[in-house]
């Protein structure tokens, strides 16, 4: 019966050796197998990154456009008002220099739209 027990002792520290044997085996493989995946875990990421910086490239470009539009529209709308403060300034100067008798004719000149009170 002692012999059988040492035999059995013998075979579950085998079993144990075995088992431990075959996880550390089966760990470094999957640590191996991580390490090869993160190279291509990065590269895919930097491909979507390369991805959306070209759509982004795009959009900049567009928008650029757009600015140089607007920034003409502002540039016209400037020389307009420039002009139209010019005439309202020679307006006034000439009005400015009227004698009394020529700024009765100027207002009599006036339609005014009055409502009864």
């Known amino acids: 019966m002692k012999t059988i027990v040492k035999n ?3 075979l ?3 079993i144990v050796l075995v088992i431990l044997v075959v996880s550390s085996y089966l760990l470094s493989t999957n640590q191996l197998q991580t390490t090869n995946t993160i190279p291509d875990i990065l590269e895919q990421e930097n491909k979507e990154l390369s991805a959306l910086n070209i759509q982004l490239d795009t959009r900049i470009k567009d928008l650029k456009i757009q600015a140089g539009n607007l920034q003409g529209i502002i540039d016209q709308k400037d020389q307009e008002i420039y002009h139209l403060k010019t005439v309202l300034d020679e307006n006034i100067n ?3 220099n009227y ?3 020529q ?3 100027f ?3 006036l339609k005014t739209d009055s409502l009864p009170h």
């Open 8 to 10: 059995n002792w013998k």
């Open 12 to 14: 579950i520290t085998g």
């Open 94 to 96: 000439r009005i400015n």
């Open 99 to 101: 004698s009394i008798p």
């Open 103 to 105: 700024l009765e004719q």
């Open 107 to 109: 207002f009599a000149r």
